[in-house]
Each structure stands twice: as C-alpha cells, then as structure tokens.
T-cell receptor
Framework: GQSLEQPSEVTAVEGAIVQINCTYQ??????LSWYQQHDGGAPTFLSY????GLEETGRFSSFLSRSDSYGYLLLQELQMKDSASYFC???????????FGAGTRLTVKP | EADIYQTPRYLVIGTGKKITLECSQT?????MYWYQQDPGMELHLIHY???????EKGDLSSESTVSRIRTEHFPLTLESARPSHTSQYLC???????????????FGNGTRLTVT
C-alpha cells in the first residue's frame, strides 16, 4: 500500500519561494506526481518525477529522491493565483491506481 | 486539452434515493477513476477501470457501484443515498498506451452531492 504525508498548510508572500514536501511509504511506485487544485475546482496536473532529481517547468520545479522516500514541489516568484491546494500522488505498481496525499493548502499573501 | 465531463454539477437528494453520477470523456482514454473528496481534504479512490468491462474497487467502494460498457462512459451509482455520502465526487481518466505509468490524470469538474 501507499502512505503519503505532506504539510497541511503553508503561507508565503507574493514574490517569495516556497517548498512543499512530500514523504511517502510505499511498497513500489512508478513515480511522484504533483497536482494543483483551486477552491471549487478540479485537480490539474503540474509535474511528474519518474527518476531522482529535479524537473523544472517554468516557475514550478519538482524533486524526487527514492533513496530518501522524499520529494518536493518548489514554487518560485509566487503569485496570488498560486493560492491553492497542492497534492502529491504516486501510481501504485501493484494496482496501477493513483494514490493522493492529503494536500497542502498554500496561501499567498500580498 | 482534456475533455472530461461530469453531470450533474450539483445535486441535492433525500436519504434512501438511488442516484447515478455521470462521467464521460472524449479522449479515448482506457483508464478511468472515481474519487471522493470532502472540502479541503484528500482524494479517496472509490473505483477505477482499466477499460471496457473492467471495474475495480478502491478504498471506499462498498456503498457504490460502477459500470464500463463504453470506453467514454463511467457512471457511478449509489443504490441508497445517506447523509454520510455528502461530498464531492471527482471523475478522472488517463491514457494507458505507451508510457502509461507517467500519464497524468485529467479530472472533471466534479459533482457536489448533498444528501438530506
């Protein structure tokens, strides 16, 4: 089975950099994904790490270390519109289904 | 761009009623999912499907059923609605060909269900 842990809330100011961590316990998974969800909206895919290291997509970067069972999402040059919940997720190797963490609510203040 | 549709968007229904939440996608994706999410909380997997005539149970499946007769359609049925079913229900799909393991999920906008 899978167990993912991430902080429940993070607050930062506009223009700052914030890192959202995700630690996991898993019997086997294909990779770590990140999704963004605004209040009342649907989750949308942000990034995916299949291998250890850093993946960069514009202002967002994601990192994975399989040896440490740890990953993070890095958001740079924060904007007010980045206020949302961020979920890490893994695709289980046994069932091929997608399991999500409890989500981190990011609040960006002026 | 992802095209996955859920209806109704909002539903208020009395206890004991049978309801079906509709989900359709036009991307030809084989894999489809149903998740339940309370406001500000994590997503719980209810059911998923690998393709036509395939249905699998997730963590919260005991009080609902799904069917997959057509690739594009994956309805969720609650036989007897209860107040504990009040929640948001999210349908998603993903591509299963090629490098399916890193294929992202595309979500619908959800159905907000209230059982009175």
């Amino acid at each position: 089975g899978q167990s993912l842990e991430q902080p429940s809330e993070v607050t930062a100011v506009e223009g700052a950099i914030v890192q959202i961590n995700c630690t996991y316990q898993t019997s086997g998974f294909y990779g770590l994904s990140w999704y963004q969800q605004h209040d009342g909206g649907a989750p949308t895919f942000l990034s995916y790490n299949a291998l250890d290291g850093l993946e960069e997509t514009g202002r967002f970067s994601s990192f994975l270390s399989r040896s440490d069972s740890y990953g993070y999402l890095l958001l740079q040059e924060l904007q007010m519109k980045d206020s949302a919940s961020y979920f890490c997720a893994v695709r289980d190797q046994e069932n091929n289904d997608m399991r999500f963490g409890a989500g981190t609510r990011l609040t960006v203040k002026p | 761009e992802a095209d996955i549709y859920q209806t109704p968007r909002y539903l208020v229904i009395g206890t004991g009623k049978k309801i079906t939440l509709e989900c359709s996608q036009t991307m030809g994706h084989d894999k489809m999912y149903w998740y339940q999410q309370d406001p500000g909380m994590e997503l719980h997997l209810i059911h998923y499907s690998y393709g036509v005539n395939s249905t699998e149970k997730g963590d919260l499946s005991s009080e609902s059923t799904v069917s997959r007769i057509r690739t594009e359609h994956f309805p969720l049925t609650l036989e007897s609605a209860r107040p504990s079913h009040t929640s948001q229900y999210l349908c998603a799909s993903s591509e299963e060909g090629g490098r399916w393991w890193n294929s992202p999920l595309h979500f619908g906008n959800g159905t907000r269900l209230t059982v009175t």
